[in-house]
């Protein structure tokens, strides 16, 4: 984070110098008629290969096209990159299915000034990691050619293309030690741990040795990378898993493991030292039995990243639908505290400095990147119906392009 804000004192003195110094980077005609400011791109390029939706439904409504809309610098902090690999997440099937469509299209369009369907064709894909293409005229943490990795909003255009675009302040710099379809395994599910377990559960590299933490559903994308992110920390770390993946989660550091398979996991959760907080990956009835593992009046915190907002904003509307989201989270909320514990709800949030961090941490072997399956960019229907499935061992990943650096 240092390092960006360092980068960050010339820009002001030097953007007028670089207008002048380059090419073709104040206005540039596309073939649409728009005009592209702040660009700094040397070629000319309209069209890229992608997998798209047209509309919302099945695995059917995927289309692989030659003709995607190349995308486009719209303000002078933004960067292009190149994709060399993808990575899918439970949120890209459910987005198919038009899953968040209300609020999604909300903050695409505030004012609500294009039609209904206008985020159509839509690319998926959550995950990338790939190559600086062209950069803003603001960017200075990043130049073209530096190897990144990011996680992409779901209100965003996504990485099953040959080429995104981005707010660089949700890049980070890929670590030099994972190739790139190791690399695309790893942001998302990083930017949603850490905003579940930092942003919302408090604890971070200082304050979180010898915390007892549970992690409900501790196998997939999310549960493997949180599991190593807290014991890097010096967290002692109860898992619930199937028993097939407990060799996993025990060689990511995973101190105690309880099958879910073998019975009703509160069981022998109870029987347990209780714990300081509590990430849920899984939903359900869990709400009903996990406050009650937790320590009474020490500030313990059960975080569930299984939330009705946005299914309540499809049903009801934008405003109605947080309107009752905003009792549900209120309501639950105040009748745990009596029970002095805390009931949270945890969020995906983009942050390219915390990526840095993350980098960081795996080149030094402190976090490695879990892959379930690889597929070929021809594959991503494949993709999709083997995320359907479920039970995933970690991150499903796309190759996009060849040039893999390690």
């Known amino acids: 984070m240092q390092n960006r804000m360092q980068n960050l004192i010339g820009v002001a003195c030097s953007r007028w110098l670089r207008c002048f110094n380059r090419t073709h980077c104040v206005t540039t005609l596309i073939s649409s008629g728009q005009e592209r400011w702040f660009s700094t791109t040397k070629s000319r390029m309209t069209i890229m290969p992608a997998w798209v939706i047209d509309k919302y439904g099945n695995n059917k409504v995927l289309r692989f096209t030659k003709n995607a809309s190349f995308p486009i610098i719209h303000y ?3 960067v292009i990159v190149k994709v060399y690999a993808a990575g899918l997440n439970p949120i890209d099937v459910s987005m198919r299915g ?26 998926l894909g959550r995950d990338v990691s790939g190559v600086i ?18 996680a992409i909003p779901p209100w965003k255009q996504g990485s099953l293309a040959e ?17 790139h379809t190791e690399a695309a395994a790893v942001p998302y599910v990083a930017a949603t741990a850490w905003s579940a377990i930092v942003n919302t559960g408090g604890l971070n590299k200082d304050n979180c040795a010898g915390k007892r933490i549970l992690i ?10 949180a599991i190593q992110l807290v014991k890097a920390w010096g967290a002692h770390v109860t898992v619930t898993c199937s028993m097939n993946a407990q060799r996993l989660v025990r060689g990511l550091g995973a101190d105690h493991v309880i099958d879910y398979t073998a019975g009703p996991v509160e069981v022998p959760l109870k029987a347990l030292e209780k714990f ?20 009474p009046w020490c500030g313990a915190k059960y975080v569930t990243l299984v939330t009705p907002f946005l299914q309540n904003t499809d049903l009801l509307g934008i405003a109605d639908g947080m309107l009752q989201t905003g009792a549900t989270v209120l309501c639950k909320g105040l009748k745990h505290l009596t029970k002095g514990v805390h009931y949270r709800w945890g969020f995906f949030a983009p942050n390219g400095p915390v990526l840095d ?27 999709f119906q083997k995320m359907e499935k479920g039970h995933a061992r970690g991150k499903t990943v796309i190759r996009i392009s060849s040039g893999d650096s390690v």
């Open 276 to 295: 300081d907080l509590i990430l849920d990956n899984i939903g359900g009835d869990t709400e009903r039995w996990a406050l009650d593992l937790l320590k």
């Open 98 to 123: 038009g899953y968040g469509a209300a609020t999604l299209a909300m903050k695409r369009d505030p004012l609500n000034l294009n039609q209904t369907g206008s985020e159509f064709p839509l690319i």
């Open 76 to 78: 002078p902090n933004e």
């Open 133 to 150: 293409m062209e950069c803003g005229l603001d960017v200075a943490y990043f130049k073209e050619g530096d190897e990144v990795w990011a």
């Open 163 to 179: 080429f995104v675009v981005l707010s660089a302040n949700e890049v980070g710099r890929k670590p030099k030690s994972l190739s």
């Open 216 to 225: 409900l559903g501790g196998s997939g994308g999310v549960g493997t990378f």
């Open 357 to 383: 961090d993350i980098s960081e941490m795996v080149d030094e072997t402190k976090i490695r990147a879990v892959v379930d399956e690889e597929f070929a960019f021809s594959q991503v229907p494949q993709a």
